[in-house]
């Protein structure tokens, strides 16, 4: 695993050495639960106060935003049936939350100064219904400010291999960028992060070479 320290923010991304994290619909789900319990534990935090996004497909939006739900525990059939979202915002340090991601972009949104940190699984659906941009107004109507705002990107799939036809075929990160700009945020507080699945294969798992049952995650706490 990786871990980035910034002031006031732990940020872990795992990778294949660390195992599968994917807990639903994974036929080794106990092995899984146990990679995850190792990730929190990198966050100094039990593995009950480590909020999970639960993302879904097949709705009709993918801008679903919590904010400071109640963790709930490792039972693994509550975690397959946890709250979907496709974000969760947290207010304090006790909480860490955990994204597993194969190819999507994860979107790290810390406000330092008013302490308020959000996790969004930003891929092709959440981008292309502006999530990006409606994350940074869900943090502001919890008290953020976006010109303090950063934005820490996962590794994700580039566009030649995860093209966004939409925007004319720009990567998952491209577009998340100018909808951070234009919600505000300067552009020298996104940081995109500089390994592509594409070009790392032997590091995250991805749909496009991997079982579709094995995840990587990132996982983000404040300090």
């Given amino acids: 695993m990786t871990i980035q320290e910034h002031p006031g923010l732990r940020i872990i991304v795992s990778d294949k050495r660390d195992g599968n994290m994917r807990i639903t619909n ?3 789900p106990i092995e899984a639960l146990e990679n995850q319990t190792k990730i929190a534990s990198a966050l100094d935090l039990p593995f009950t106060q480590a909020l999970r996004i639960n993302t879904t497909y097949g709705r009709p ?5 919590l904010a400071n739900p109640d963790p709930f525990t490792h039972n693994i059939a509550e975690i397959n049936h946890a709250p979907v979202s496709d974000g969760i915002l947290v207010s304090n340090s006790d909480t860490g939350i955990i994204l597993t991601l194969a190819d999507c972009l994860g979107i790290v949104l810390f406000d330092p100064t008013n302490r308020l940190l959000m996790l969004v699984h930003s891929g092709r659906r959440n981008i292309g219904q502006d999530g990006p941009k409606l994350a940074v107004e869900f943090m502001k109507q919890h008290g953020a400010d976006p010109s303090q705002i950063h934005a820490y990107f996962s590794p994700s799939a580039d566009a030649d291999v995860y093209p966004l036809y939409k925007y004319d075929n720009k990567s998952q990160s491209e577009v998340a960028t100018e909808q951070l700009l234009a919600a505000g945020i300067p552009a020298d507080h996104i940081h995109p992060c500089d390994n ?3 070009s790392s ?5 991805s ?3 991997d079982d579709k049952s094995d995840r990587f995650v990132i ?3 404040m300090t």
């Fill in 26 to 28: 994974n036929p080794a």
């Fill in 196 to 198: 592509d699945i594409s």
């Fill in 61 to 65: 939006s993918y801008t679903e935003y």
């Fill in 219 to 221: 996982a983000v706490r």
């Fill in 201 to 205: 294969y032997n590091l995250y798992w």
């Fill in 207 to 209: 749909n496009h070479q």
